[in-house]
């Protein structure tokens, strides 16, 4: 393996373009095997942080998770993201029965009505974009590669031919896009499990075009009687006309006789948060963009500042956490997580941040070793903390526009 740096070895290259490469990397401060997609066309940075930021809001079982925002050298950004061991939602179907088929439609179908209720379009279903993961007969839907996502979007731009055999007809004609824009991606990924085809495939993108403008798809019966009920659906989905088909993701879920399902959302989750203790002052907000905008404002005019966030269980502590770090990282700003462990005293907890620090901040891994040995030989507790948090100092000299967070147990 290649070390990325002290905390990320890469293991392999997954993919490479002119425009972004993506890696599977083993994380040595965790042990876990993640994504790491790097940047390489500098003048898809803005769109690359967008990627990130919007994937960093969207906290949903059925969206791939990402951790961290960084940069490498040549100030090329990159991100860290899950890794999912699975297939494409196609090639799932080739290799497995259809018995899971309305719950994996309705778990991508619930990922798409929550993206839409934060008023965004995905804008590019396809099979290689959408992961079927299944561990005993546990089976989870993973939504990825958020590149086009936005909250209107013509699509002015020249797309690829991959791209065009999944893209509604609005689209190609540079209309807006809208939900149901998605709605018939989901279509022609539901007629190729059922038939095994794509129906507008070509290989001259031009066809396509007229295909997805002009031909009607063919409906024919299918020899398992149990897919005869998905074909109903998957007709409307490919409607021409947007009007003519369903006016939501959840209103799929409900033809597919399964009761709607509304999850723990972030939105929910936000009109919950009610209380912030911030430079002193305690500020009843409700959560939305201003809060944001204030904490932001908050770290961006005092940089040795502590900001305490404060609040009963579930009120959202580690949501507002998440946001900070993900505005902080997009402003080039150094930033780690720690979740506290109850079961260890303070000085292991303070150790292991300590530990994470020299990881994430590319550290011979002998300072760490001889802080360890010094607190050893040290039997009082506060010299102790008192030498981690030298050490802590130390290392953070280093650093620029460094920001200290704490958060209220």
């Known amino acids: 393996m290649k070390n990325f740096n002290e905390r990320i070895n890469i293991i392999r290259v997954i993919s490479k373009d002119d425009n972004s490469s993506v890696y599977l990397v083993k994380d040595c401060y965790d042990n876990k095997i993640k994504i790491m997609k790097v940047l390489m066309n500098k003048k898809l940075s803005d769109s690359f942080q967008k990627e990130f930021y ?40 080739k290799q497995n029965s259809y018995k899971k088929l309305k719950d994996i439609l309705a778990q991508l179908l619930l990922a798409l009505e929550f993206i839409h209720s934060h008023n965004l379009v995905y804008s590019d279903i396809k099979p290689q974009n959408i992961l079927v993961k299944q561990e005993d007969k546990k089976i989870a839907v993973k939504l990825l590669d958020f590149g086009l996502i936005s909250k209107k979007k013509d699509f002015t731009n020249k797309v690829s031919g991959g791209t065009l055999a999944y893209i509604a007809p609005e689209i190609i004609q540079k209309k807006i896009a809208t939900s149901q824009s998605d709605l018939y991606s989901i279509g022609i990924v539901l007629y190729e499990i059922l038939y095994g085809y794509n129906p507008f495939i070509d290989n001259d993108p031009n066809n396509i075009i007229q295909n997805q403008l002009n031909k009607i798809p063919k409906f024919d019966k299918l020899p398992e009687q149990s897919l005869n009920k998905y074909v109903a659906i998957c007709q409307k989905l490919l409607q021409k006309n947007p009007k003519q088909r369903y006016n939501s993701a959840m209103e799929v879920v409900k033809a597919l006789n399964k009761s ?44 040795s500042s502590i900001n305490l966030i404060k609040g009963n269980d579930g009120t959202g502590k580690s949501t507002l956490l998440n946001a900070l770090k993900t505005i902080l ?34 550290i011979p891994y002998e300072k760490f070793e001889q802080l360890k040995n010094n607190l050893n030989k040290t039997e009082q507790n506060d010299e102790k903390v008192y030498q981690i948090f030298s050490f802590y100092k130390n290392v953070l000299n280093k650093r620029t526009r460094v920001q200290e967070f704490k958060r209220t147990r």
Request: proline share 3%; net charge negative; hydrophobic share 35%.
């Open 260 to 303: 709607p399902i509304y999850l723990f959302t972030e939105t929910q989750r936000h009109r919950n948060l009610s209380l912030y203790y911030l430079k002193g002052d305690y500020l009843n907000f409700q959560w939305n963009e201003q809060l944001i905008e204030n904490i932001k404002h908050n770290i961006k005019n005092n940089d």
């Open 54 to 93: 919007i994937l960093s809001q969207l906290h949903h079982p059925n969206i791939i998770f990402v951790e961290d925002f960084g940069y490498i050298e040549g100030n090329k950004p990159y991100f860290i993201m899950e890794f999912i061991k699975g297939k494409n939602i196609v090639d799932f179907f």
């Open 329 to 362: 990282q997009l402003n080039h700003y150094f930033t780690i997580n720690y979740k506290y462990v109850q079961s260890y005293d303070d000085i292991s907890n303070l150790l292991n941040i300590s530990k994470l620090l020299v990881f994430s901040l590319n």
